[in-house]
């Protein structure tokens, strides 16, 4: 062995990185970009004008002979936040009615982009299903929902993001499933924050020490994964336990023994008898 494999594991990001800044840097369409004149009007008009919203600032921006669309006027606009609190405890109110569900890319070793859909319920961080797919679309991602909360006593809400993915036959879809949808404020991921910190862990703890060949590879690793994170893993929101429970094993139930997962990534422990 001439290196070691967390080497070759940076090279293939380092490689994947420069991929991708080769593929942006060949784009040449979009809107033009703004110069930092024009990002700071909006700022300043808005920030003038606190009770503006994009459609007042943009048409005030037209009279003024700056010419943008109403869209790149939202995205430069300093939006507020809403109360925190609010959200905090909608979320603990209803955490056993709540189905939290998010995408998220993993490149291969081919540089292709595969992306995972996860369905998390928020009372036990459970993962009541998870996906992969190379087209990722709204209806999809609509069916994934349906076939994992088909079981009596379900979440009824189902919170999500505002990913373009989803689109609106998303929303269409899960209705007729008599589901709620939640959007997510615009640039606020900690709305959907259960759903940001199980993904956080799958890639931190799992797929940053892996490169991945195919979607059949993926889905392998994330089953593995996700059964050691369901059984294994403990939860600070939990009460440091798993999300299905674990019981607590006293030092007279025998040595303690130890299996590897993920070929030694992690390991489960349990107490045996000798």
């Known amino acids: ?13 380092t490689g994947y990185r420069l991929y991708l800044r080769w593929k942006r840097q060949r784009r040449r369409y979009g809107r033009p970009r703004l110069t930092l004149e024009e990002r700071e009007l909006i700022r300043r008009i808005a920030r003038e ?4 919203g994009a459609p007042h600032v943009h048409g005030e921006l037209l009279k003024l002979g700056v010419e943008m669309s109403q869209a790149t006027v939202a995205k430069y606009m300093k939006h507020r936040r809403p109360p925190s609190q609010g959200w905090k405890t909608f979320l603990v109110n209803h955490a056993r009615e709540i189905a939290a569900v998010d995408f998220f890319e993993v490149p291969t070793v081919a540089m292709r982009s595969l992306y995972e859909f996860l369905v998390l319920a ?6 009541l ?8 679309t709204g209806e999809w991602a609509a069916e994934q929902v349906i076939a994992a909360l088909d079981f009596d006593g379900a979440p009824t809400f189902v919170l999500r993001d505002g990913d373009h993915k989803y689109g609106d036959v998303f929303g ?4 007729l499933a008599r589901l709620e949808e939640i959007i997510s404020v615009r640039y606020s991921p900690w709305q959907n924050g259960y759903a940001e910190r199980v993904i956080g862990s799958i890639r931190r703890e799992c797929l940053d020490h892996v490169i991945i060949f195919g979607t059949d590879h993926l889905r392998r690793v994330l089953a593995e994964y996700l059964a050691y994170y369901h059984l294994s893993r403990t939860h600070l929101g939990l009460d440091e336990d798993c999300p299905e429970s674990r019981e607590v094993e ?3 139930a025998g040595e303690i023994l130890s299996l590897p997962v993920l070929r030694g990534l992690r390991h489960r422990y349990w107490r045996r008898a000798a």
């Not at 004008?49 to 503006?52: A, D, E, G």
């Not at 928020?122 to 993962?127: I, L, N, P, Q």
């Open 1 to 13: 062995m001439i290196v070691q494999p967390e080497t070759v594991i940076r090279w293939h990001r």
């Open 49 to 52: 004008n606190p009770l503006w």
């Open 122 to 127: 928020h009372d036990r961080r459970k993962v």
């Open 129 to 136: 299903g998870f996906e992969v797919t190379d087209t990722p």
């Open 172 to 175: 269409e879809r899960i209705g």
């Open 250 to 252: 006293p030092p007279e």
